[in-house]
Structure formats: C-alpha cells, structure tokens
C-alpha cells in the first residue's frame, strides 16, 4: 500500500521533514513520486527500513523553547 508523507510521519510520530531528511539520506525508500511530486512510501518497505529504531542522527524537532 502507498501512503503520502504525511501518513508515514504520522505512524512513525515523526515530522514530514523528518521523513524526509530520512528519504534523502537514503535511510528510507520512496517508492515513487506523484506527477505533482509528491513522494509516496510503501508500508511494509518503512517498517522494514525502521525495523531496527530509529536513525541515530535524525533531525528532531524541539518540544519547547529556551528562554
């Protein structure tokens, strides 16, 4: 099954860019890209891909801000 950028962050608890930064660094598959661009994972190949945690040096996003 397909699924859009969004979905995949959403079930991993991960921002968009997240995924990706994940995408372009290769850590993930992007199983094709719409004609308007849009990348589209398969299910099975992200779980697989994330099987074994999450990448060490991903981009995280931060919960709250240091004053």
């Known amino acids: 099954m397909l699924c859009s ?3 995949i962050a959403k079930h991993y608890v991960a921002s ?3 995924i990706r930064h ?3 660094r290769g850590l ?3 199983a094709c890209r719409t004609f308007g661009g849009q990348r589209r994972f ?3 190949t992200v779980s697989t891909a994330l099987a074994g ?3 060490s040096n991903s981009t995280t996003l ?3 801000r240091s004053v």
């Open 62 to 64: 931060p919960t709250s």
């Open 53 to 55: 945690g999450f990448p």
């Open 28 to 30: 993930i598959k992007v």
């Open 42 to 44: 398969e299910v099975p």
């Open 5 to 7: 950028i969004g979905i």
């Open 22 to 24: 994940w995408a372009q």
């Open 16 to 18: 968009p860019n997240t």
